[in-house]
Structure formats: C-alpha cells, structure tokens
C-alpha cells in the first residue's frame, strides 16, 4: 500500500487568499493557538465551532501524505478559511507515532490535532488508549457511513473499534514482482515452495521489508496463513505453526531484511534483488518513478490471498473542542468522493468510498491508470483468488512481534 515515511517536520504554510495547504490521508492535525485540553483522558468531548481560524498539526505515520491526502487537505483549507489559519505537517516512522503523541500527552499539551496511518499506528495507539473513540461517540458530526462504504470497506472500518476514520482502502496484495532480465516468466514461483526453492537456488536474490515499516512485507506475512493453510489466519500467536516455520526457513537464504518498504524498491530497482513480495501501489508507484523499469515482471501466487489494507484517520485525546470540531470537518471532506478520486492517480486502484472508481473518475484518472495501472493485468487479477481482511490491530502489533523474535532476529542463520 503507502509507504512509510521516515522523521521529519515540514515548516508551517501560512494561509493568503487563495492559498492551498498541502493534504493528508490519516495524518495528526494540531490547533496551534487554539485553547487547548491537555488533559490526555479520553472522556467525551463536544465539538465546538472555533471563533477564528485555528492553526493544525498534521502527523502522517503511513505515507498517506503523499498517497492523495495532501490534495484534499489542500482542497479543504482553501474551502474553509474560517476555520484553519495555518498547517503543520509532520512525516514519522509507524512505530514512533504513538510515542510522539504519548509524550505530549504526558507533557500536558497536545499539538498533534490529526493523525493518518495503517492498523500498525491505531493498534499501538489504541492499546495506549492515545486516541478519541469517534464512532459512535462524535457519529453526527461525521458521514453516514453506510452510504459510502460497501461490505469490504465497512468490514475494514470494523476494525478500529471506532477510534478511526478509514480513509484509504486497498485491495493490496500480496503478488511477486521480477527483474525480466534475470528471471524468466517460467521461472517465476507461484507457491511457497516454489518460491522457497527459488530463493535456495538464488541466495541473497529474494527478500522482502521488516513488516513493521513496510505495506508490502505485512501483506506478504499475513498471506502466509492461507496460502499454506495455517489453522487460524486472524491468530498469529497460536494459529501461524506453518508460517512461522516456513519464513524461518525461508530466512536462512536471506542476506538481509530492508528496514522499509523505500530500501526494498531501492534494492529491487539496482538489481540488488531479483525476486520480491509486493503490493500494489508500490508497484504503480516506483515503475511511475523510474526507481523500477516500466517492464518489471508481474505474477500473482495459486490461489491468490488479497490482503485489503486500510488507513484511518485518527484524533489524539488531549485535543481542545476547536481542534475536535475542525478535525471531524477534515476527516468528513477527506472521504468525499470528489476527495477519493484525486487518489487514483497516486497509485491505487479502489478508494475509501465506493462512489469514487476509476469508471467514473475522469480523463486523468484513465490516462493514469491506462499508463501505469497495467490494465491488461490488475483488472483481472483482483478478481482472482479470495479477498481477506488484514490482521486486527492488536494482533498485528503481535505479528510484528513474533516475526522480529522468531524472524528478524535470525537473519543469515
């Protein structure tokens, strides 16, 4: 899906008539300058229109704001100056999202007004209890979303227990990209044993990213459990036996697993790599780059496992009733239809909200995806194999877990 971001701050833009502020996907805002609550509770709170424009701080820890967010926060300030003055936007690594916000909670002083990134971000925030319970606690004063989302969506919605908006939507992957100049489509594995027999006869050749920083590599360990038929793929604590055992031994032809999804295109694109897991925005977006050629290789595993991956906009607890009213605001305008569209040309293929297709989303969007989307082959492709939610948050923080222990940590052994 998007790919994660590392650390850093971008200056504020302040607004003249006119002016666009660049946009997010699920990312922090914060009310500079707004009457703040700095209480870090997360007891009910009414939104309350602020009396002038207030400044926002916007963290992205799942690369939402390049994925099509930034746009439609643009479109969002320009629409409403009333309400924001200014924007902050903030880029972290998933894994420190929740110890940024902990720290200013715990300091008495909450900046951080939106937050975007995947199931990673809200899992580790929800198990801190960092973020507002929006649904149903501010439901009027968000979108019905029954009528903009359809069963796949709504069942990816389900997994923020409320404490998220989802705002980006992926049939994701995983599905194996190669280098055509060193492995023929023949050659290509479409199992995992075939693909652990090619990757014994090519060491160091295959790899895939550390799957706490990466789409791609927690698309590829949560495929696992259905292509080698695990007993219970939401469990992979007690229900991956299989898996585990299959990526250890899959390791021991590994040099070494890229801290991200970036390092991995990286190491793919120079030649580095042969063979590896992908998902397909990644796909869209590096060959649009150049970091891979426009003819790199494309082939889907038997009895195809889509991981759906979903990002969701999240609210810091500690946030002052203005920076919740004008939050909610953003959240609501990001899920339009008219917002989702501006993603597909970034990289994806489906959106959050239903209504928003590549059938019905204009010339750019055709000429983009006609370009890039390979559409002699991902139309077809994602109607092949089955469609599974990813992992539940808390359960994703635990697969990060075991892989770094059982996984991560036995490279080259």
Request: proline share 6%.
């Amino acid at each position: 899906m998007t790919q994660r971001c590392a650390t850093h701050a971008i200056r504020p833009r302040r607004l003249v008539a006119g002016a666009a502020v660049a946009a997010l996907s699920l990312a922090m805002i914060t009310a500079c300058g707004a009457p703040n609550n700095t209480s870090a509770s997360s007891t009910t709170i009414t939104p309350e229109k602020p009396g002038k424009p207030i400044a926002l701080t916007i963290l992205d820890g799942g690369g939402d704001l390049k994925g099509g967010g930034q746009s439609a926060i643009d479109a969002f300030v320009k629409a409403n100056p009333d309400l924001v003055s200014s924007v902050t936007y903030q880029t972290a690594a998933a894994t420190d999202v929740a110890g940024k916000i902990k720290a200013q909670q715990s300091g008495g002083h909450m900046d951080i007004s939106l937050v975007l990134g995947g199931g990673d971000v809200l899992g580790a925030g929800e198990d801190q209890k960092l973020f507002q319970q929006q649904l149903d606690t501010q439901v009027k004063s968000l979108p019905d979303l029954s009528t903009i989302q359809d069963d796949a969506r709504s069942n990816i919605q389900r997994l923020a227990n409320g404490y998220g908006l989802l705002v980006n939507f992926d049939q994701n992957g995983p599905f194996l990209d190669y280098n055509p100049t060193a492995v023929t489509a023949g050659q290509v594995p479409t199992t995992p044993q075939t693909l652990l027999d090619w990757a014994k006869a090519n060491k160091g050749k295959f790899s895939y990213a550390q799957p706490a920083n990466s789409g791609s590599g927690r698309a590829f360990i949560q495929a696992l459990p259905y292509l080698l038929g695990d007993s219970d793929p939401s469990d992979p604590a007690d229900g991956w036996t299989k898996t585990w055992a299959y990526l250890q031994e899959l390791g021991k032809y590994v040099n070494s697993y890229p801290a991200s999804s970036s390092l991995l295109a990286q190491q793919f694109g120079s030649g580095q790599l042969d063979l590896i897991p992908t998902v397909l925005s990644h796909d869209i977006a590096n060959r649009k780059a150049g970091t891979w050629p426009a003819n790199t290789g494309i082939a889907l595993f038997q009895n195809e496992a889509w991981i759906n991956d979903g990002h969701f906009a999240m609210i810091p607890n500690g946030v002052s009733a203005q920076t919740l009213y004008v939050a909610l605001k953003l959240e609501s305008s990001m899920v339009t239809a008219e917002a989702q569209r501006a993603r597909l040309t970034t990289g994806v293929l489906t959106t959050a909200n239903k209504d928003a297709t590549i059938v019905d989303s204009g010339s750019d969007v055709t000429a983009f995806v006609q370009q890039w989307g390979r559409p002699d082959f991902f139309p077809n492709a994602l109607k092949t194999g089955a469609s599974r939610p990813p992992l539940a948050p808390s359960n994703l923080q635990k697969a990060f877990d075991l892989w770094q222990r059982n996984v991560g940590a036995k490279v080259g052994e």
